[in-house]
């Protein structure tokens, strides 16, 4: 009878403890979670050793053609065991660029890397991806393809000479320098073609495109890469997609200026990638400044690897479609975002925070936490969530996304377009639990839209000087 008692009283100390101990878990505080995050990404290190440019024959004069050069000395680095491979100052004509491990491409301040703008330098086709979907296609301006300990770094400018002339009418806008006759991405045998076999799961290589099917390179590509980082840099006139991490684990973008307003111009775009920190940057843009995304439709779902574990500290957010953006491209889900201390401000800028998916998409968008954040002025609202975002022809099938636990905290706004919170979901699966707490918000012609929104807390949160009710 005692031996009942005592493994009685074992068993419900044991349980109370369990209690106890899921309470611990339940309760940890999202803010410990992203310093959790952030302790965990390592700054990429390299020996210290030096291989300049110019002492394997590069030529800055802006003329000479420093591809090969390139070539040869991240070459002789990694085989090294690597180092920093130096650009100093002066102007350097070159075709791609491909990083190996353990190299750090170091542009001393007064270098400028000036790309080619000749798409047949692009050559041999590269596998990457475009507007979330994989393919055999031009390679990117600086790429590295399974690579560990990666880094660009310096004062130096990279520019990707894109302009109406070269690359960026290959959108098919008039505005970007297209005119009738000429080709462009959507023509029959190009994107649509893309996006079909994305879905129909063709395999990667066989989706051979590049010359005469006028889809553009992203700019700074790492593809299945380990302990990446750029810092410092000024990127300027991208053809595409301006920094694309894509399968990616332990990402740093630091310090980083983005001007480049071309079409489908974002700023940063960390897709299917985990453990990335963005952080002491500048967007100022032609598309969103930072857009998280986890791949297209069926392709998405066919790689099924999340974004999650995304940090953004201390950005400006100038022009751009959205400041801080999940998707479109977000068919395998989007988690833990934490986005703080940002200063977004431009009439040019439509909108700060901004989700956008589709039941083509579908995708699960959840744990989004945004603070002590300080809007200017954005054209259409604060904070967006569109489930029926499209473009492309028809936007509906099958896959429903879902959106759950959005936070805006500490946030002020001057001036907020057309609404201060825009939100439309389905009807089969709500939008869930989008809390603003300590918000203000100034100058907007409608506090809120909403269409399917289930659990809208306003906590101390002022719109045009009312003080917000919460709508369940």
């Not at 310093?35 to 990404?41: A, K, P, R, V």
């Not at 990117?140 to 310096?154: C, Q």
């Not at 997609?241 to 940063?268: F, L, R």
């Not at 089969?428 to 289930?454: A, C, G, M």
């Amino acid at each position: 009878m005692c031996k009942k008692i005592i493994l009685g009283l074992v068993m419900i100390t044991l349980l109370i403890s369990c209690k106890e101990e899921n309470k611990k878990i339940v309760s940890i505080d999202h803010w410990e979670k992203m310093q959790q995050i952030i302790d965990s990404i390592a700054v990429p290190t390299f020996p210290n050793k030096t291989f300049n440019v110019l002492d394997y024959g590069g030529i800055g004069d802006g003329v000479f053609s420093n591809t090969e050069v390139f070539k040869k000395v991240i070459n002789e680095c990694t085989n090294s065991g690597g180092g920093i491979v130096l650009i100093p100052e002066g102007k350097y004509l070159t075709g791609p660029i491909h990083l190996e491990n353990n190299v750090n491409l170091h542009l001393e301040e007064g270098s400028e890397v000036l790309f080619s703008t000749n798409p047949e330098d692009y050559y041999p086709l590269v596998h990457t991806s475009y507007e979330g979907t994989e393919l055999m296609n031009y390679s990117p301006l600086i790429y590295a393809y399974n690579k560990k300990n990666i880094a660009v770094t310096g004062k130096g400018i990279l520019n990707g000479q894109a302009s109406n002339e070269f690359w960026w009418s290959w959108c098919g806008k008039d505005s970007y320098g297209w005119k009738p006759g000429m080709g462009q991405q959507k023509d029959s045998l190009n994107l649509p073609v893309l996006m079909e076999m994305g879905e129909n799961n063709t395999p990667v290589n066989e989706r051979v495109f590049g010359e005469n099917h006028f889809l553009r390179p992203s700019f700074f590509q790492p593809f299945e890469c380990t302990n990446v980082m750029i810092e410092g840099v000024k990127i300027i006139n991208a053809p595409f997609w301006v920094m694309h991490p894509i399968k990616c684990t332990n990402v740093i973008v630091d310090g980083v200026t983005v001007e480049s307003h071309g079409p489908n111009n974002d700023g940063c775009d960390p897709e299917y990638s985990k453990n990335v920190i963005i952080k002491n940057c500048t967007f100022n843009t032609g598309d969103d400044c930072i857009a998280i995304k986890s791949g297209r439709n069926g392709d998405g779902r066919r790689v099924a690897i999340k974004s999650e574990n995304i940090v953004v500290q201390n950005c400006k957010m100038i022009d751009g479609h959205g400041g801080v953006v999940m998707g479109s491209e977000i068919s395998a889900g989007v988690s833990n975002v934490f986005v703080e201390n940002c200063v977004m401000d431009s009439p040019n800028l439509d909108r700060a925070i901004r989700i956008k998916s589709n039941s083509k998409r579908g995708g699960l968008v959840e744990n989004i936490f945004v603070r002590n954040i300080e809007v200017g002025q954005v054209k259409e609202a604060v904070l967006k969530i569109n489930m029926f975002y499209g473009i492309y022809g028809k936007q509906e099938g099958d896959f429903i996304p879902e959106v759950r636990n959005i936070s805006l905290e500490n946030i002020t706004v001057k001036n907020g377009g057309k609404y201060g919170v825009l939100a439309k979901g389905y009807k089969e699966l709500p939008i869930q639990n989008v809390t603003l707490k300590n918000v203000v918000i100034e100058k907007v012609d409608k506090p809120y839209s909403l269409e399917n929104v289930n659990n809208l807390n306003f906590i101390d949160t002022y719109i045009n000087g009312e003080l917000m009710k919460n709508i369940n």
